[in-house]
Nanobody, 123 residues
Framework: VQLQAFGGGLVQAGGSLRLSCAAS????????MGWFRQAPGKEREFVAA????????YYADSVKGRFTISRDNAKNTVYLQMNSLKPEDTAVYYC?????????????????WGQGTLVTVSS
C-alpha cells in the first residue's frame, strides 16, 4: 500500500489550496482515510477523515467549515479542499489509511502514511 500526497504550496491568508492523496496497491473499500498535519515544533494532529465505504466525515474543530475531505473512488484518490486559509494552518500535511471501516482521529490508529506536503500560509 502506497500513499502519495501532493498539492501543497505557498498561499496568502484567505486563499485556497486542494491537496490530493493518491492511493495504490489495493482497493480501499474498507479503509478509513485521514489527513493529519504537523507544524514545526508541534505534534502531528488530526485534520479530517472519512470512512471510504460509509462516507461519514469528521473534522477537527479548527478546520470545520473551511476544509472539506472528499474522494474519487475511480481514481483511488482522496482530496482535502482548504479554503479561508490562515497562517496557523501552516504545516506539513500527511494523508493516512487505516485498515478499518471505523474512522479514527489518533495518528497511532493509522497503518499507512504518505509523505508530507508542505502548506505555507502567509499573513
Amino acid at each position: 500500500v502506497q500513499l502519495q500526497a501532493f498539492g501543497g504550496g505557498l498561499v496568502q491568508a484567505g486563499g485556497s489550496l486542494r491537496l490530493s492523496c493518491a492511493a495504490s496497491g489495493r482497493t480501499f473499500g474498507t479503509y478509513a482515510m485521514g489527513w493529519f498535519r504537523q507544524a514545526p515544533g508541534k505534534e502531528r494532529e488530526f485534520v479530517a477523515a472519512f470512512s471510504w465505504s460509509g462516507g461519514s466525515t469528521y473534522y477537527a474543530d479548527s478546520v470545520k467549515g473551511r476544509f472539506t475531505i472528499s474522494r474519487d473512488n475511480a481514481k483511488n484518490t482522496v482530496y482535502l479542499q482548504m479554503n479561508s486559509l490562515k497562517p496557523e494552518d501552516t504545516a506539513v500535511y500527511y494523508c493516512a489509511a487505516r485498515r478499518a471501516k471505523v474512522v479514527a482521529k489518533t495518528k497511532d490508529d493509522y497503518d499507512y502514511w504518505g509523505q508530507g506536503t508542505l502548506v505555507t500560509v502567509s499573513s
